[in-house]
């Protein structure tokens, strides 16, 4: 018999120093199988409420719960609404566990196999004691979408929508599925503004609350968005999980399909659900959250701090990349390369400088891919300007050449001021000294280092009039270089 059998008939064997006989203890174990439901659930919970596991972080992060407050009330989602608790919760999971196997994709095993896991990881449980249900829809997720590696991937700010002013910050998993494909699907949580009217639209995204939306897409789709049209870059961050993080995670993401969810700017937003997401790598991740606002930068400094993050990859928009390239060059070679597009494309003259060399190459790159978005350049032109590319990188790029333009440490979003800010300061006016006391709970000021952006204000260039990789923008606060490396150290040290 299975052990928790075992466990609970011990105090049946022995008693007063009698041992009773086998075929009684076969019957005992037999009945209370078929008569007794409540005795395996209410052992777990008196193990799991004696582990004090109701107040461990990890169950509170699995409820979306900070500060003592539900961010998510879907009665789908929370078992024990009417009268919530901690331990309420706990009690109607590990019962929901024990439910009618005929409900199938709406047995609490299948509604909640991040909790059902996590609950037998920690009290050490064996599957056996738990019904055999068939979970027929968390099986298609698991073949369909693999999670053998999860990033965390943070989007650059875009002004002109206010929900992603901050930013976007979502999950990237990745893997082979059932036919051994490799795939790769975004996790995200996201809202739509259907209102240009403001004050509506302040009070619902702060006060009352906006409808949230859960998505598992193709990931291809949703970079392709961010770069192209919307014209933001994009950072891919490895994380280094244990398979039992990796899989509490994967689970987790599961659960909150198909939900009734709040959006809210200052309160649960896009940054606030994966950061509850990661925090279930660690039970510090929590604990050391004492902010009000939580932006999607700051989900990622959280992760470098709790020594998740082991690598970075920034896929620049191509007028993003136009912008640090153009920097990275003198004006004779951008003048070179803008006039390459005034005429028939013609064989390429590179530099003798490798490092130049790269510089040009891909500032080429990026600017014929930049005139075919805008059809100022058509298909047959790209292909024409990317054979040429192809002919000077094998002819002129030596093919032992080992490298390459590290972007992953320019303008990162590591690098940058907080987002939430509290200052005293002192400042003299007409004569006369003031106290200067300021709160920022969610912004960035213009005497801020903003040295890890590039300047909104576009200015003229006298020197430059004319050339339109001018209208990117390079006044700039500070002009950093971005890094040729070599291939060896691809492995980016933060």
């Not at 503004?193 to 949703?222: A, C, H, R, V």
């Not at 510090?284 to 998740?308: E, G, H, S």
């Not at 006391?437 to 912004?443: D, G, H, K, T, V």
């Amino acid at each position: 018999m299975i052990e928790l059998f075992r466990t609970i008939s011990s105090n049946i064997i022995l008693k007063k120093g009698i041992i009773i006989p086998l075929l009684f203890l076969l019957f005992a174990e037999i009945s209370y199988a078929k008569n007794n439901d409540d005795t395996i659930p209410a052992y777990i919970l008196n193990e799991a409420v004696a582990k004090n596991l109701h107040n461990s972080p990890i169950w509170k992060s699995l409820l979306h719960v900070s500060n003592g407050k539900l961010n998510i009330e879907d009665p789908n989602f929370i078992l024990s609404k009417d009268i919530f608790s901690l331990k309420n919760e706990l009690e109607k999971t590990i019962y929901s566990f024990f439910g009618d196997i005929d409900k199938g994709d709406s047995h609490g095993i299948c509604k909640f196999p991040a909790r059902f896991f996590w609950i037998k990881s920690e009290l050490n449980l064996d599957d056996d004691i738990f019904p055999h249900v068939q979970c027929a829809e968390f099986e298609e997720y698991l073949k369909k979408a693999p999670a053998d590696e999860i990033s965390l991937v943070f989007v650059s700010e875009n002004v002109s929508n206010p929900s992603s002013m901050m930013g976007h910050v979502f999950l990237k998993l990745s893997g082979y599925n059932y036919k051994s494909n490799y795939v790769e699907h975004a996790v995200s949580f996201f809202t739509i503004i259907d209102t240009i009217n403001i004050p509506f639209l302040i009070i619902k995204s702060t006060l009352t609350g906006m409808n949230g939306f859960f998505s598992l897409l193709p990931y291809s789709e949703q970079v392709k968005r961010y770069l192209e049209i919307e014209d933001r870059n994009v950072w891919e961050y490895e994380l280094d999980l244990s398979e039992k993080d990796k899989m509490l995670m994967y689970y987790h993401i599961w659960e909150l399909k198909d939900l009734q969810m709040r959006y809210l700017f200052t309160g649960y937003n896009c940054a606030t659900v994966i950061y509850n997401i990661l925090s279930l790598s660690s039970e510090n991740f929590l604990k050391n959250n004492n902010r009000l606002w939580i932006t999607p930068k700051d989900v990622v400094k959280a992760a470098y701090w709790n020594n998740l993050i082991v690598g970075t990859k920034l896929i620049p928009s191509d007028k993003w990349n136009i912008r640090m390239l153009s920097d990275a060059l003198d004006n004779d070679s951008i003048d070179y390369i803008y006039n390459l597009f005034k005429k028939t494309f013609e064989r390429l003259e590179l530099s003798d400088n490798i490092t130049k060399r790269l510089y040009q190459v891909e500032l080429i790159r990026s600017y014929a891919n930049y005139l075919y978005r805008q059809r100022e350049i058509d298909k047959k032109d790209l292909n024409t300007i990317t054979d040429e590319i192809r002919k000077v990188t094998e002819e002129e790029i030596p093919s032992n050449s080992t490298y390459y333009i590290d972007l992953s440490q320019y303008k990162s979003p590591l690098k940058t001021f907080d987002d939430s800010q509290l200052g005293l300061g002192y400042r003299m006016e007409k004569g006369r000294n003031y106290a200067k006391l300021y709160f920022l709970p969610a912004s960035n000021s213009l005497s801020d280092d903003n040295r890890e952006y590039f300047n909104l204000n576009i200015k003229a260039d006298r020197k430059r009039t004319g050339c339109p990789i001018k209208n990117f923008g390079h006044d700039i606060y500070l002009v950093v270089i971005p890094a040729i490396s070599k291939r060896e150290s691809r492995k980016v040290k933060l």
